[in-house]
């Protein structure tokens, strides 16, 4: 697998037998998605998979990932720049198939993509009230969103979110 990649590997144990159904299965719906997202591209304008008739239940996972990101996004009040790593953006489009006028509904009202010291400038009288970012777990990223930090916090525009009581 590539360095992009998510990768997987199963530890050898006595249930190595079901691990290989379960690979297989695996292995029948990822094959299944790519033929019905093969039949469905010339149908329908989505970038996303279609995802029925699959061995497992993508629908539902699908669904699932989407309402997590509604409930992350819906959680923080006012407007919200997204801040992207490249490699997920693309595969964003496969959960959030209505694009971002969904994003937009929720108070998205930046993308951005994840790269450089900071996260660009912000019209002054349209500064976002959170910036929230969509990225892998990786060194590189982190270190990104550390400078991003930095910089705003330079800038005057961190603010604390835990707020100490007076005793």
Do not use: W
């Not at 190595?16 to 039949?39: E, I, L, R």
């Not at 008739?53 to 409930?71: I, Q, S, T, Y």
């Not at 801040?83 to 937009?104: M, P, T």
């Not at 993509?113 to 777990?137: K, T």
């Amino acid at each position: 697998a590539g360095e992009d990649q998510p990768t997987m590997a199963a530890a050898p144990s006595s249930g190595d037998a079901s691990m290989a159904g379960v690979h297989s299965a695996v292995d029948k719906a990822v094959a299944a998605g790519a033929k019905a997202a093969s039949a469905a591209s010339s149908a329908t304008s989505s970038k996303a998979c279609a995802l029925d008739g699959a061995c497992l239940d993508l629908n539902a996972l699908r669904a699932d990932n989407k309402r997590e990101l509604v409930e992350l996004l819906d959680s923080l009040p006012g407007r919200k720049c997204l801040v992207l790593d490249s490699a997920l953006g693309g595969r964003l489009n496969h959960v959030v198939v209505e694009g971002a006028r969904l994003l937009r509904e929720h108070g998205v009202s930046y993308f951005r993509e994840l790269r450089g010291d900071d996260v660009g400038a912000f019209p002054e009288d349209d500064q976002p009230d959170h910036v929230i970012y969509l990225v892998r777990a990786h060194p590189p990223n982190m270190a990104k969103i550390a400078k991003h930090v930095k910089s705003a916090a330079r800038a005057g525009h961190v603010v604390s979110s835990t707020k100490k009581k007076k005793t």
